[in-house]
Antibody
Framework: EVQLVESGGGLIQPGGSLRLSCAAS????????MSWVRQAPGKGLEWVSL???????YYADSVKGRFTISRDDSENTIYLQMNSLRADDTAVYYC????????????WGQGNLVTVSS | EIVMTQSPATLSVSPGERATLSCRAS??????LAWYQQKPGQAPRLLIY???TRATGIPARFSGSGSGTEFTLTISSLQSEDFAVYFC??????????FGQGTKLEL
């Protein structure tokens, strides 16, 4: 059974930094395509970032230069380092897995709330 | 960026009725279209991919159709557990995956 468990969210002041983690079981993160998708309160879904098996990374324009996706193969975990946080980054952040670049998100974590506020 | 537009924003239906949800892409996504169901406080759940293929464990009352820019999700006979928000997503234009704004199915 595939499980994705996020952690690391919370309340942070504007301009601050936070690192989210997504621990995977039932799949190997280095062999697949892992993304972060966020959802602002009461809003729709927004793809944020992706890391694929070869280590390549991609970012939405809204977070490029501020967020960094990475992974630790020994821990089977992916991360999202978020710097220079803004109020409009407030959202539930989900990690999600797709089996290729041209594929839907078939597995999702439970989500982790990040609130950027003073 | 491919913009996904869903209609209606809210659909009021009764259990046992048929529900039809629409999704339009601003340019062709071929059949690279997925539908998700989301209940309050939960993560989205994949229902349909490839525009018309049900994901594992999804009941047959859910069906998808369409290609190019026009897509439809049909729920043939609504059950109480089907009242939720439904999102469409295109994955043709990777990695700039985009979602519709959602259709809320309510009683």
């Amino acid at each position: 059974e595939v499980q994705l468990v996020e952690s690391g969210g919370g309340l942070i002041q504007p301009g601050g930094s936070l690192r989210l983690s997504c621990a995977a079981s039932g799949l190997i993160v280095s062999n697949t395509y892992m993304s972060w998708v966020r959802q602002a309160p009461g809003k729709g879904l927004e793809w944020v970032s992706l890391i694929h098996g070869g280590g390549g990374t991609y970012y939405a324009d809204s977070v490029k230069g501020r967020f960094t996706i990475s992974r630790d193969d020994s821990e089977n975990t992916i991360y999202l380092q978020m710097n220079s946080l803004r109020a409009d980054d407030t959202a539930v952040y989900y990690c999600a897995r797709a089996f290729s670049l041209v594929a839907p998100f078939e597995y999702w974590g439970q989500g982790n709330l990040v609130t950027v506020s003073s | 960026e491919i913009v996904m537009t869903q209609s209606p924003a809210t659909l009021s239906v009764s259990p046992g009725e048929r529900a039809t949800l629409s999704c339009r892409a601003s340019q062709s996504v071929s059949s690279h279209l997925a539908w998700y169901q989301q209940k309050p406080g939960q993560a989205p759940r994949l229902l349909i991919y490839g525009a018309s293929t049900r994901a594992t464990g999804i009941p047959a009352r859910f069906s998808g159709s369409g290609s190019g820019t026009e897509f439809t999700l049909t729920i043939s006979s609504l059950q109480s557990e089907d009242f939720a928000v439904y999102f469409c997503q295109q994955y043709k234009d990777w990695p700039l995956y985009t979602f519709g704004q959602g259709t809320k199915l309510e009683l």
